[in-house]
């Protein structure tokens, strides 16, 4: 027994030349997912993220070193080894590199910056590339860096073969164990600690969505009869598209946890309507009848053949912008990229596609991007901005600071039936999210309510979802659970100049609709007619004509039992 942990122990060990190029292999490895802590990949506080990361580099160097070493005696292999690191390594120091200059590794929406670059912008951006490196190299930062990892290399260079060995061995093995546990419960970005298998994927993703978009946009045609769009411009818009929240959760509408705090607590203005539901227990077929003429009862798929409301309102005069943090495209096949195209401005604050997990940002990050809409001087403007809201998983849609229900809130609801206290948690969860982006909702009205011009604000889901509601073992889409929070804000300044339209508003708000009809509601609140409007489909009309509601294609079961 002795001969052989002797044995293991000689194995270990490290010549001083290998005791560095571990350590330095261990920095190149920190270069390829340093941008991983900085994300919402891993479910942990950020000093833990960091040890994980660090342990990750020092197996992938102990990895590494252990294949050189092998394929010393076959120079093909050795010389195949030493291509293979270089390559690991120039990936790994790009990642770094635009990580640290511009917030962004290697990502789909590097890739996708890259593939859409044409010579002309090279030229221009290299100055500017130039610059930034510069004034990184010259920051004291950067010696400080260099100069502790330099002293490292100069230490493991003088340390017992036993010693450096061992030591590299003990935390390889540790981090294997530590690592492998706390990823597990991960759901996804698992792939963002390997640099190589995140490039090449980043590579053939952004392909295919590229080839996606295009098939989208040839879909796109132009506005029909536009020599009929006529419209007053009576105000400013903000529609705030939110994700998987159902109404039954907000506290507006009678929850027992205050979810919705913020919209609680506006005396005048806020019109709560409390019969809308969503078209579809998806995104996608919500939103391409949301940004369409289309009803519940077309079919989805077809919101080519449609009038787009972004191209209505821009021929109406309007500004137009949209700005998201869902993805562009991607594992949802999702078509608002084609049906937002003819926007004024566009920006996707987040990640492009779902895969480039360590770009998810909380919906805060729209924030920015609605002050520079809201100060914009370009007459009347609509806004749209969609939000991730409470898509699963629920817990990476806010941040700690608004954690603020846990289990015990949930238990303490009175409930028709037991609840485990897993499930009361994720519904916890689901609480958090929808208080964050009643937030969120609170800080885009401050520019509502300061607007010098008539602005009205509508927030509600595309869908709901069913987190426990009914029993202890569902949750998920359901087409039970479609109904939405539907709520409209008027500033002073429209209810001042509208004030019949906001009578209308205000008695429509206990009528049954579904948000698939919501354009022939925008062209009310802007004054806009269109060939395509429908007054029986616009629920602030007179003429509103109340029918049962489609969702996915099938009668609503709630209208069916009316």
Known sequence: MTRLLHKIIASCAFSPKWAVAWLALVYVSLCGICDVPGSTVLPYALWFRWVLVVFACCMKASAIVLALRLCRRCKAMYAASIGAVAVYAMLSVINGATYGLYNMGITIKLMTVLSQTNGDEVQEFMPLLISNIAAVLSSPRTYAIAAIAGLSLAGAAKLSGRV????????????????????????????NFSVIGRTFKCVCKTYNERKQIERYMSSVSPLPHPESVRSRRLADVYMIVGESV????????????????????????????????????????????????????????????????????????????????QERSGIWENPTVALVSDADYIKYVG????????????????????????????????????????????????????????????????????????HAATIAEYDNSIRYTDHIIARILNHVTSSPRPTVMIYFSDHGENVYDDSDDFMGRDPKYVEVPFVIYANSSFREHNGELYERLVNAASRPFSTANIAHLICTLTGTEYQYYNAELDVASPHYAPAPRYVDDAVWASDRSR
């Open 351 to 422: 990640s492009l596609s779902s895969d480039d997990a360590t770009l998810m940002r909380y919906d805060e990050a729209v924030l920015p991007e609605v002050a520079q809409m809201a100060e914009l001087e370009a007459g009347p403007k609509f806004v749209g901005v969609h939000l991730m809201g409470s898509h699963s998983l629920y817990r990476k849609r806010y941040p700690d600071s608004y954690g603020i229900f846990n289990a015990d809130s949930v238990l303490g609801i009175k409930r028709d039936f037991a609840l485990s206290r897993p």
């Open 246 to 325: 159902s109404r039954a959760h907000l506290s507006i509408y009678g929850y027992p946890l205050a979810t919705s705090p913020a919209l609680g607590e506006i005396d005048e203005g806020l019109i709560v309507f409390d019969d809308a539901i969503g078209s579809s227990t998806t995104t996608a077929f919500n939103v391409s009848r949301i940004l369409t003429f289309l009803s519940d009862r077309d079919d989805a798929a077809a919101w080519g053949e449609s009038p787009m409301l972004f191209g209505l309102l821009k021929k109406a005069g309007y500004y137009t912008a949209w700005i998201s943090n």
């Open 164 to 191: 450096s060995g061992i030591s590299a061995a003990v935390l390889s093995l540790t981090g294997l164990v530590v690592l492998a546990a706390a990823l597990y419960p991960v759901k996804s970005g698992r792939i």
